[in-house]
């Protein structure tokens, strides 16, 4: 197998084919959701709700955004190179799945999630709903790997991975409840009910969801510092603790709300 083809050996990196590939499908997703910002300004319409182009905007730029990271902060997770990239190159597709059902909806006026009324859309729902099945699983690989066996990197960027992979985990999680309800009211025949439902469990799936970037990047920007190995890993470690208790608190919220 090339250096291409798999990961560059001892590096822990995919090739530098592979992670043009992932680089540019980040991108193109970034692109998308940024491109129907501007769609959404001369269109105009609700940006909250089952059917506005705040889907297409946020989807794009988060998906995008969380396969990057993905893709960078799985280079300190030690995993076999064949495996590592099977589960990126799935977890890229699937990213491109997730945002190309929600942008083609959103195109044709109709919920991209919880929608069963036509054959189609139910078959566009159900995809979506599988493909966020094959993030977690994905996700739990990884997260299960990193707390495995102690992520490279430098001071705090283990504990950065770890606490990214589980905190993104809560955001998976979340995201399947959202849908595991709503799919359970559409079924029953509650379909208003069900758009309005995932209203609780969204601040915590949206606070929760960035950490695997936003953590490892502190370690990473800590380490172009002259601190000591132990400064950064304490302000890494406050980083945790402030981020742990940001989703604690969208967590309480979707209790109370629920």
Same mark, same amino acid.
């Given at each position: ?83 590592? #990239? ?59 790997? #990193? ?112």
């Amino acid at each position: 197998m090339t250096v291409d083809a798999a990961t560059e050996a001892g590096t822990g990196r995919p090739g530098p084919v592979l992670r043009r590939l992932y680089g540019a499908t980040a991108l193109l997703l970034v692109l998308s959701g940024l491109a129907h910002l501007v769609v959404f300004a001369v269109d105009g319409g609700p940006w909250n709700g089952p059917v506005s182009w705040r889907k297409p905007v946020t989807f794009g730029l988060s998906f995008g955004m969380t396969l990057f990271a993905v893709v960078q902060v799985t280079s300190f997770v030690r995993v076999g190179q064949r495996l590592r #990239s099977t589960l990126l190159t799935v977890f890229a597709a699937d990213c491109v799945v997730e945002v190309g059902g929600i942008t083609l909806q959103a195109w044709r006026g109709v919920p991209s999630h919880l929608d069963m009324e036509t054959p189609f859309d139910t078959a566009v729902s159900m995809t979506l709903a599988v493909g966020g099945g094959v993030l977690v699983v994905v996700s739990a690989v990884f997260a299960v790997a #990193s707390f495995g066996h102690r992520p490279s990197g430098p001071a705090g960027m283990a504990l950065a991975v770890r606490a990214g992979f589980a905190i993104l985990l809560v955001a998976l999680a979340s995201g399947a409840a959202m849908i595991a309800r709503g799919v359970f009211l559409t079924r029953t025949g509650h379909q208003e009910a069900a758009y309005r439902s995932t209203a609780s469990l969204k601040p915590l799936h949206g606070v929760s969801l960035h950490a695997v970037l936003v953590l490892p990047a502190l370690a990473w920007l800590l380490s172009r510092t002259s601190w000591s190995e132990v400064v950064r890993r304490r302000i890494v470690g406050a980083a945790v603790i402030c981020y742990a208790a940001a989703v604690t608190a969208a967590g309480a919220w979707a209790v109370l709300t629920y």
